[in-house]
């Protein structure tokens, strides 16, 4: 278990959903000294290509590409669970969509408990079937009427 002074990082950062940050642990919600983000670069190493920690950016703020004290690269994707909201979702055929809450910045992905979504996968299956019978149905409809056309042809020809 990570001890409380792996997060004591002596300014309060707003990274705690950023998508670019490469948690430490996954045991603590908050932000760890161990912490990195992936979008941080130094101004002087060209050629680093790896994420660097949080700490380190916080300590010399000049020499890095972001500040996470006032980031303006902030990339959140949040996950919340609402079943009323996912079913509304739903009947517009959005509900595996990322909801768009501000461009480039901010995406909220709603999703229902199992049981909703279950209900209403056994509906689509349903729908669908309905959907397949009706359109055998009406195919064998057609294919009578060409029969009965054909053989109103058929009868009214004469003979040899």
């Known amino acids: 278990m990570a001890s409380e002074s792996e997060y004591a990082l002596g300014h309060t950062v707003d990274c705690v959903n950023c998508q670019w940050r490469d948690k430490w642990s996954y045991s603590h919600k908050g932000v760890a000294k161990w912490d990195k983000c992936s979008i941080a670069r130094h101004k002087h190493i060209k050629e680093m290509g790896r994420s660097n920690y949080i700490k380190s950016i916080i300590e010399s703020p000049d020499s890095y590409s972001v500040n996470p004290l006032d980031c303006d690269k902030r990339y959140v994707r949040d996950r919340i669970k609402n079943n009323r ?61 060409k029969t009965v056309l054909l053989t109103h042809i058929v009868k009214e020809l004469p003979r040899v």
């Open 85 to 145: 909201m996912w079913v509304h979702l739903y009947f517009k055929g959005r509900e595996k969509d990322w909801v768009v809450i501000e461009p480039n910045k901010h995406e909220i992905l709603v999703q229902a408990s199992w049981w909703v979504r279950k209900l209403f996968g056994v509906a689509d299956r349903f729908h669908q079937w309905q959907d397949a019978r009706a359109l055998k149905r009406a195919e064998k409809l057609v294919e009578k009427r």
